[in-house]
């Protein structure tokens, strides 16, 4: 691993998988959208990790004209790293997934590393009621569903956006597999180093969020990267803070948000996610750990800056 002499705070701003029934902070409307990641900048976070919903419904879209709103607004107000989800939703065909980033050539682009179960079924259980029709249908489906990233569709996705938009991604890795893939694609030629992997833990159908699956999976990813890769890890749900900060005292970078969670403590529901960044911040000063500002991250990902994006 390629230790971070600063660590840089990621926030998740609204996701596809958390409804909008579950909690009224989380961001729907396009405004909403750019006010919570302009916010989360302003907290501290350096990359703004971005996907879209649906203004009138609080679905996930990766509606270009819906990201026209979002974008311009964040990119006049901050100078933080904008990444366009190319995950998109459960069920969403490939050209969908591709749309928003195809369209907007960010700077940083997030990439599955893996087909696999993506079972949020059991926060359907949770709740008697919703705020739109779609929402629990949306949550149980995930039971008998595959969320599709097979080798072909990661190799269109490196192929549309790095070559030709200049983009660099964030691997999202669920599983340990996940990284052999992506070694794959780095002796393919296809990528380069500096590689920005993010463990992700505590999904059903992924690793799962004990501290002995993360410490596993730096060493499988030391073996495969050595030096050329830097770590960044999150916890879904309750598990999001201890993991965050477990990867900051292992020399990595950590990711918030409500995407990945919509509480700030135990029975508390995060009121935004600048709410979020801060508790993070201040954990990460409390260790003594500096924050990497959005320049100083580009400088660390080898992003090709703001002025190139196409928005």
């Known amino acids: 691993m390629r230790k971070s002499k600063k660590t840089i705070i990621s926030c998740a701003i609204t996701g596809s998988i958390h409804t ?5 902070y989380l961001p729907v409307t396009p405004d909403e959208i750019a006010r919570a990641a302009i916010a989360a900048a ?14 009138d419904t609080g679905k996930p879209t990766q509606n270009p004209e819906i990201f026209r709103q979002i974008l311009p607004q964040i990119k006049q107000q901050t100078d933080a790293i904008i990444n366009i989800t190319t995950g998109g939703g459960m069920g969403m065909p490939m050209d969908e997934r591709l749309a928003a980033a ?14 696999m179960n993506f079972g949020v079924f059991r926060a359907a259980d949770a709740r008697t009621e919703w705020k739109y029709d779609w929402e629990e249908a949306y949550l149980r489906n995930s039971e008998d569903a595959i969320y599709s990233n097979t080798f072909k569709q990661i ?5 549309t956006l ?3 938009c200049g983009t660099r991604f964030e691997f999202e890795c669920y599983d340990v597999g996940h990284l052999y893939t992506l070694a794959h694609f780095v002796k393919q030629g296809l990528i380069k180093p500096p590689f920005f992997i993010q463990f992700v833990c505590g999904i059903l159908g992924g690793i799962g969020p004990e501290i002995e699956n993360v410490t ?5 990813a030391d073996m495969l990267f050595g030096q050329d890769y830097y770590l960044s890890v999150f916890g879904a749900g309750r598990h999001q803070m201890r993991l965050t900060t477990l990867s900051a005292l292992m020399g990595g ?7 990945d969670n919509l509480y700030l403590a135990k029975n508390k529901l995060a009121t935004s996610n600048a709410e979020q960044v801060t508790l993070i911040k201040r954990i990460l000063s409390d260790l003594s750990l500096e924050i990497a500002s959005p320049v100083e991250a580009r400088d660390m990902l ?7 994006v196409n928005f």
């Open 302 to 308: 080898g992003l090709k800056g703001m002025t190139q």
């Open 162 to 164: 790095s070559t030709p």
């Open 102 to 115: 195809k369209w907007a050539q960010p700077e940083l682009a997030s990439l599955n590393m893996g087909s």
């Open 216 to 220: 596993h999976m730096v060493r499988i």
């Open 42 to 55: 302003k907290a501290g976070a350096a990359i703004l990790h971005l996907h879209a919903r649906d203004p």
């Open 253 to 259: 970078n950590v990711r918030v948000g409500l995407e």
């Open 20 to 24: 909008p029934g579950m909690s009224p």
């Open 155 to 159: 190799e269109t996705i490196i192929r």
